[in-house]
């Protein structure tokens, strides 16, 4: 009688014994699998590092390439009236020229006594008459873009980011351009307000637009 109640107690400390075994490795790998599971990685990027990533974009046929841009938190813009004006100039005698020769077409600006910081500028010519070789900066403190298209081309002038906004006055050539004759006639060299997408304009450091006076120029060639 002993001895069979001892093989129950024996039996009974088994089964214990059996399911506490179980329930402990189930446990086990439970927890082993979650702890193995990889943690998804979050791509970071810092404030400093976005504003220092470059992007490129397609450029236009450009004649001459800048390196400095003007930027600004502001994004809102008045257009101002003012007698601010851009001129075109040149230096030849009677506007007179013959086929082959070069002739330097110069554009003056002045502001009315605003801080400019930035222009543009749109130039109609015929193309078919005159080849556009280049546009040069006549103020060392500006860059400029010059893009070609077609019977037209626009300037973007920009202030480096090293000099301080000041006025243009009627003495200021901001830029030099230079093309050759091709054929006989009278051509204009004409400042636009605008074409379809492009505008004339000077822009202050106060983020004003000036919309200025703007004139034309004829050559005769011969």
């Known amino acids: 009688m002993d001895n069979e109640i001892d093989k129950n107690k024996i039996y009974k400390y088994l089964l214990v014994v059996f399911f506490a075994v ?20 979050i791509s970071t990027i ?42 075109l100039e040149t230096n030849l005698s009677g506007n007179k020229m013959k086929v082959g020769d070069m002739v330097e077409i110069n554009l003056f600006g002045d502001s009315n006594g605003k801080n400019i910081v930035g222009y543009d500028v749109v130039i109609y010519y015929d193309s078919l008459a005159f080849d556009f070789k280049r546009g040069l900066s006549s103020l060392s403190d500006y860059n400029i873009f010059t893009y070609k298209k077609g019977h037209f081309f626009t300037i973007t002038g920009l202030k480096t980011l090293q000099s301080a906004p000041s006025p243009m006055t009627k003495a200021n050539k901001l830029a030099t351009l230079t093309f050759e004759a091709t054929k006989t006639g009278q ?31 004829t050559v005769d060639v011969k």
């Open 22 to 41: 179980f329930i402990g490795t189930g446990l086990f790998l439970l927890f082993s699998a979650k702890s193995k599971t990889p943690k998804e990685k």
């Open 46 to 87: 810092r404030v400093e590092d976005a504003k220092n990533s470059k992007t490129d974009f397609p450029e236009e046929n450009t004649a001459l390439i800048p390196t400095v841009a003007v930027t600004s938190n502001d994004t809102t813009t008045d257009q101002v009236a003012t007698t601010s004006s851009l001129t």
């Open 187 to 217: 051509f204009e060299f004409s400042l636009k307000t605008s074409n379809d997408k492009d505008k004339t304009d000077l822009i202050t450091d106060k983020t004003e637009v000036l919309i200025p006076t703007l004139n034309q120029l």
